[in-house]
């Protein structure tokens, strides 16, 4: 008998492909990182298991190429699946309301990767451009297809767009804001200055960091919280007003005015950019995502 064929990426040319290994991404996921937290389960494992505190940098190095992979990984996709799920397979314990959580509890694992599509539904409207139907319709299918690589049954997702938006609508009302999210959308936590990179701009960045710490964790809350979708602000309580929205869209313009500008070496991260070449390499009769207007947007 021959073994089922592992989970395949979302298909080259799709909207992932177009979209995730895009800088614009970088401003959009601490939005679904508050998002998952929110969750007391999530929360509570993160709080008790994760580096974040001690190595923040190292840490989000980690899961944005993690989460490239997903996409741009070929064949290291599912193995990148297996891998986090052997990862989170001893992350349990007590939540804060005296409840016991398990990080592979299907419903748990879902909701973590469920949090990207509606935030990714607002990041591109405002960042790149709104999504037609279609395009929303098949960025929803890929993201099933991403939950597939990650080891994330059909049964605990909803499959359709339109069944998704009542079960988050519904998961809103199971988030609070928990000891992690309040750190996320905080200002004042103290924060290392990064410890990779050449030596010389290390040293001239510890030197510099108490000046721009203040500046990067206003402008991280910023974007957290702007970016995230109204209904999810409303439901953990996070203050937002008319002049800060006016905020963000006028640097969304910016945003959406400089980027499509910028050579492929600045627009695309690292791993995308070398997937993207070689797709290129390779030929055509790859599959067809969004259009050619879509991909400068």
Known sequence: ?????????????????????????????????????????????????SVFRTDPWGRGERSLRSALLWVYGGEAAAEEGRRLRRLHRDIQGIDAHGRRYHALTPSHYAWVHATG?????????????????????????????????????????????????????KMLGELEATVVLRELVATDQPVPPPDRGPLLLRL???AVWPV???????????????????????ALGLEWSDEQERRLRRFARVVRAVVPVLPERLRYLPLARNARREARHAGPGTAPGLSATDRRA
């Open 1 to 49: 008998m021959t073994e089922p064929r592992p989970p395949q990426p979302p298909p080259v040319g799709g909207v992932l492909w177009s979209v995730a290994g895009d800088v614009r991404g970088l401003l959009m996921l601490p939005s679904a990182l508050a998002l998952q937290v929110a969750h007391p389960a999530v929360g509570a494992g993160v709080d008790e298991h």
């Open 117 to 169: 599509f509606p935030v990714y539904h607002r990041g591109l409207s405002l960042l790149h451009r709104p999504l037609t139907e279609a395009q929303e319709r098949q960025l929803y299918a890929e993201w099933l297809q991403v939950g597939r690589i990650l080891g994330i049954h059909d049964r605990d997702m909803p499959q359709t767009v339109e069944e998704f938006w009542p079960y988050y609508r």
């Open 204 to 206: 001239l960045l510890r």
């Open 212 to 234: 721009i710490l203040p500046r990067l964790a206003r402008f991280r809350a910023f974007v957290t919280v702007g970016l995230m979708p109204a209904d999810a602000r409303e």
